[in-house]
């Protein structure tokens, strides 16, 4: 998709934020920034080389020193002045991220107010990295940990809520005293960079934070490979994650990976009907199931299975389709109208195994109807990859054991959720459920700053949010003190 200069106005035309300057890549490279409600550019983007990555991690590098030795309160304050700008330019990046992720009126906003909010906690717990004292070993001995910062941390982040989960990675980064090289996803780079605009607006020294967009494989394998980038942290497909986690782990660096999902959400029983569909459609149509958390297996027990089945495809039929600056609309386009031909394979081999559509099955561009499959087998690629569109799995179990079994076969484990009001069976459900989270009496999305997030077997490793993410981005060092001397044996 090309566009000439004079198409787009020049505030589109967004360079590279390396060491607090604004500026064109040193190859003078640039992509368009799609619009996946239009097709059309709305935005150019400076593309990033290797050596501009270099620049950023030079950068990085020299600020970390002085960031690091910031007060804590310094530090948090000035967190704090970066959520007032945001909540001050709330509009526009709630525009930015409707035009360029495609997401709908109603999840943009969230995605802003998160960022809000997740800037607050941070800045809290700048105050408390700390470590602990023991008892002495050894007579006159004192004993502690301390927590130090990494140094430069180097954030690799999806496109699907480009705002909420690139500022997740940098406020605590930020927060535990470490610098930050972001590179943003090719799909969504405005979001990093106008985010950098609000650190640089909120006052941040230069070198701090920095945003190099640009081809996925030069960027990413640059920032993994330096040696003075101490961590990578990564959201994304356990594709990339696994590849970034072979080239991190031969250079025995740190690395956080937040993949992928096949989120089941079981619906026992005794549940309330209306209720339970409710959750599940929200489950796995918001942001037309463009979510890691999506609940893309909906497993029923079999005495509400059929009841199930119809209120949920009658209220998968009235889903709004469209638009998505329309406040109406629940389903906007996926990123692309490839993801559309992905889904629709998955849906030809389900159906070509057994499955049938009950609701769905078609798109037009790049909107995919919201779809509803029932007698989905393991035999059916679509039981075991995520679809990453509104597309959701009926299967029926025969009891609340069975359910479990269904809902823990799955290579994947980040989030389930079990919809029943009894509460020794929603807790053996909590308690076995291969996911690293689990949500009794709600869908399988949920996600807050203060909470540690993140997922068992396929995806992921590590945790992001709160306290543990300061700790997952920070080095412990055991630290004695000898008070006198010690009595040694020779
Ligand atoms: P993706 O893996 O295609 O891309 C993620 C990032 O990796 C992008 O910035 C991309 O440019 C970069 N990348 C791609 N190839 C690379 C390479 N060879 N070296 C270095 N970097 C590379 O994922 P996506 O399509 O942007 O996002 C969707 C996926 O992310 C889904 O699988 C979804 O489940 C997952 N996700 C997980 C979470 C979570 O918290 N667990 C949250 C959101 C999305």
Redesign the pocket.
């Known amino acids: 998709m090309g566009t000439s200069d004079q198409e787009l106005s020049s505030a589109a035309v967004r360079p590279l934020y390396i060491n607090g300057q604004w500026r064109q890549g040193s190859e003078a490279a640039w992509a368009d920034d799609i619009n996946p409600a239009t097709g059309l550019a709305f935005a150019r983007i400076a593309q990033g080389s290797a050596a501009d990555v270099d620049e950023a991690i030079t950068a990085a590098h020299a600020a970390r020193t002085a960031w690091a030795a910031m007060l804590a309160g310094e530090r948090a304050a000035l967190l704090l002045r970066v959520a007032d700008v945001i909540a001050s330019r709330a509009d526009e990046i709630r525009d930015i991220i409707i035009e360029e992720n495609g997401s709908v009126f109603m999840k943009a906003p969230w995605e802003v107010s998160y960022a809000i909010e997740c800037l607050r906690v941070a800045a809290g717990l700048t105050y408390f990295v700390g470590g602990d004292t023991f008892p002495a070993s050894a007579p006159g001995q004192l004993s502690m940990t301390v927590r130090q910062p990494l140094g430069v941390i180097a954030g690799?982040?999806?496109?699907?809520?480009p705002f909420l989960?690139t500022i997740k990675k940098v406020a605590f980064a930020l927060a535990a005293g470490n610098t930050f090289v972001l590179?943003?996803?090719?799909?969504t780079p405005l979001s990093g960079l106008v985010m950098a605009e609000c650190f640089e607006q909120a006052g941040l020294p230069a070198g701090v934070f920095n945003v190099v967009p640009g081809p996925?494989?030069v960027?990413?394998?640059r920032?993994?490979a330096d040696p003075r980038v101490k961590m990578v942290t990564?959201?994304?497909?356990?594709?990339?994650?696994r590849?970034?986690a072979a080239?991190a782990g031969a250079l025995m660096k740190r690395f956080t990976l937040?993949?992928?999902?096949k989120n089941p959400l079981v619906v026992l029983a005794d549940a309330e009907l209306a209720y339970a569909v409710d959750s599940a459609a929200f489950g796995i149509f918001f942001h037309q199931g463009?979510?890691?958390?999506a609940s893309s297996k909906v497993i029923v027990e079999a005495p509400l299975f059929d009841a199930f089945a119809d209120a949920f495809t009658v209220k998968a039929r009235g889903i709004r389709v469209g638009d998505p600056r329309d406040p109406a609309t629940v389903i906007g386009p996926l990123?692309r109208p490839q993801q559309c031909h992905f889904i629709a394979g998955q849906i030809a081999d389900a159906v070509a195994k057994g499955a049938t559509v009950l609701t769905g099955g078609q798109f037009e561009g790049p909107y995919f109807q919201p779809t509803v499959l029932a007698g989905v087998t393991p035999e059916m690629s679509i039981y075991h990859e995520?679809s990453?569109g509104p597309v959701t799995c009926l299967i029926r179990a025969e009891d609340a054991e069975h359910a479990l079994a269904i809902a823990n076969d799955t290579a994947y484990g980040?989030s389930s959720a079990v919809i029943t009001n009894n509460l020794q069976k929603a807790f053996d459900f909590a308690l076995r459920s291969e996911a690293g989270m689990v949500h009794i009496n709600d869908t399988t999305i949920s996600?807050e700053p203060h909470i540690a997030?993140?997922?068992v077997k396929g995806?992921?490793v590590g945790r992001?949010g709160g306290h543990v993410a300061m700790e997952e981005m920070t080095e412990l060092k055991w630290i004695t003190v000898q008070m006198g001397k010690r009595a040694y044996p020779f």
């Open positions: 690799i982040a999806p496109f699907n809520s989960l590179k943003p996803s090719e799909l996925a494989e960027v990413g394998s920032l993994v990564f959201t994304g497909s356990g594709r990339v994650g590849l970034l080239q937040e993949m992928g999902g463009q979510v890691c958390m990123i995520e990453f980040l996600d997030f993140g997922g995806s992921g992001e």
